[in-house]
């Protein structure tokens, strides 16, 4: 990855840093939050993992034990699968799964979350933010089922894989992963849909203060967060 902009607000108390594989107008990005004087966070167990796309994930993997990074999960088919992938872990506690995949445009391809009903997420997904269905998943025999959401295919887009595991219903989210976030035209419509379609709204849409980019937020059945970000404001803040 490549650190593609940082930004400081010392009024709110914290820097941002935004880091990818292309440019944020066109790219899937990792935004990294410091709030002034937290040293630590839980991360919780419903966060589940980001999924990156690598040609192989052997050498991947051998590159980043060379440079002291911590393995969680060696390079193998994946549980009920033939995908090989491997996990690793950052510093602060975030697993990254790697996964063999041949040349694609947005490695970073995969955010995982956890939740308690696949299909009323699946069914909110569709119909509040306009997601499609890509591709679902049961594997009885390590009793886990996931879901793949996203604006286009997975081997050309960032996807949401949502997990649901046999029986459990509730997950800690702890106070680390914060977000995704999504473009959209405009942040007041978007909030009125999202309304429509049980989902509650957290930040009424508006522009950010100290950055005037418009945004709304909202969580979903689950209690995951989403903001969404007006794409003009948006470009414009970037060519600050």
């Not at 840093?17 to 939050?33: N, Q």
């Not at 491997?86 to 063999?100: M, Q, T, V």
């Not at 995949?101 to 933010?129: H, N, W």
Request: with cysteine; glycine share 10%; hydrophobic share 35%.
């Amino acid at each position: 990855m490549k650190l593609l902009r940082k930004r400081d607000i010392p009024e709110e108390r914290y820097t941002n840093a935004f880091l990818g594989y292309g440019p944020e107008d066109s790219h899937f990005v990792v935004e990294l939050t410091y709030n002034y004087g937290v040293e630590s966070y839980d991360i919780g167990t419903g966060f589940g993992h980001f999924g990156i796309a690598v040609d192989d994930v052997a050498k991947t993997v051998d590159l980043i034990k060379a440079k002291g990074g911590t393995v969680t999960r060696e390079p193998g088919p994946v549980k009920g699968g033939k995908s090989v992938i491997a996990f690793i872990e950052d510093p602060d506690g975030y697993k990254f799964e790697l996964i063999e995949r041949g040349p694609t445009p947005e490695p970073l391809c995969q955010v995982m979350l956890r939740v308690g009903d696949l299909d009323r997420a699946i069914s909110f997904y569709e119909k509040a933010f306009g997601m499609e269905l890509l591709r679902k998943r049961d594997n009885p025999e390590y009793k886990y089922t996931i879901a793949m959401m996203g604006y286009g295919p997975e081997d050309k887009n960032a996807v949401l894989e949502l997990t649901y595991n046999y029986g459990v219903k509730e997950y800690d989210k702890g106070n680390a992963y914060a977000q995704i976030a999504i473009s959209t035209d405009d942040v007041y419509k978007t909030a009125e849909v999202i309304r429509l379609n049980g989902g509650q709204i957290t930040r009424e849409p508006g522009p950010l203060p100290g950055i005037n980019t418009k945004i709304t937020a909202c969580t979903d059945p689950d209690g995951w967060k989403t903001v969404f970000v007006d794409n003009i404001d948006f470009l414009k803040e970037l060519e600050e």
